[in-house]
């Protein structure tokens, strides 16, 4: 475990892929910031119409309707200026997180040596292409490395 590396092609991809995606989640999430504000003034406008319609209303019934209806429009108002909050840009720069995780993958062994299940399984699953084979006698046999690893051997005899 400890002689297993990624290929430098691996990290060239996963740092392209990351880019690639980092760039499509923040224009989603413009995106998504821009429908929501196109929504605001839309609210806006029917609580000033209905504003117009309680001056004009002389049943007390039909106010206390339209006042509901202005409280339903005000709340969703609150709750579309806290979804805009909420949507934020990253905490921390694009090259700061992709070191971090390129980190990890650089070295499957201090993932596999935490002693952590999650980890562990994580780092089978990216390191070899089949399920390791154990013999009681023999111990582990040699294993078929993924195809992001595949430059390095590895003999666990």
Same mark, same amino acid.
């Given at each position: 475990?400890?002689?297993?590396?990624?290929?430098?092609?691996?990290? %060239?991809?996963?740092?392209?892929?990351? !880019? @690639? =995606? $980092?760039? #499509?989640?923040?224009?989603? +999430?413009?995106?998504?910031?821009?429908?929501?504000?196109?929504?605001?003034?839309?609210?806006?406008?029917?609580?000033?119409?209905?504003?117009?319609?309680?001056?004009?209303?002389?049943?007390?019934?039909?106010?206390?309707?339209?006042?509901?209806?202005?409280?339903?429009?005000?709340?969703?108002?609150?709750?579309?200026?806290?979804?805009?909050?909420?949507?934020? %840009?990253?905490?921390?720069?694009?090259? !700061? @997180? =992709? $070191?971090? #995780?390129?980190?990890?993958? +650089?070295?499957?062994?201090?993932?596999?040596?935490?002693?952590?299940?999650?980890?562990?399984?994580?780092?089978?699953?990216?390191?070899?292409?089949?399920?390791?084979?154990?013999?009681?006698?023999?111990?582990?046999?040699?294993?078929?490395?993924?195809?992001?690893?595949?430059?390095?051997?590895?003999?666990?005899?």
């Amino acid at each position: 475990m400890r002689s297993i590396t990624p290929t430098p092609a691996l990290f %060239k991809t996963a740092g392209t892929m990351s !880019k @690639s =995606l $980092r760039d #499509a989640r923040l224009k989603q +999430a413009d995106g998504y910031i821009k429908a929501l504000s196109a929504e605001k003034p839309k609210i806006e406008k029917q609580v000033g119409q209905l504003l117009e319609r309680i001056l004009d209303a002389r049943v007390p019934s039909v106010i206390d309707a339209y006042e509901n209806r202005i409280q339903s429009l005000e709340a969703q108002k609150v709750e579309i200026t806290e979804k805009m909050a909420e949507t934020t %840009k990253p905490k921390s720069s694009y090259e !700061k @997180s =992709l $070191r971090a #995780a390129l980190g990890f993958l +650089a070295n499957p062994w201090s993932l596999w040596k935490s002693r952590q299940l999650e980890l562990r399984r994580t780092v089978l699953k990216l390191a070899f292409s089949d399920r390791l084979h154990y013999s009681r006698n023999k111990g582990f046999g040699t294993a078929n490395l993924s195809f992001a690893v595949q430059d390095v051997r590895c003999d666990f005899r």
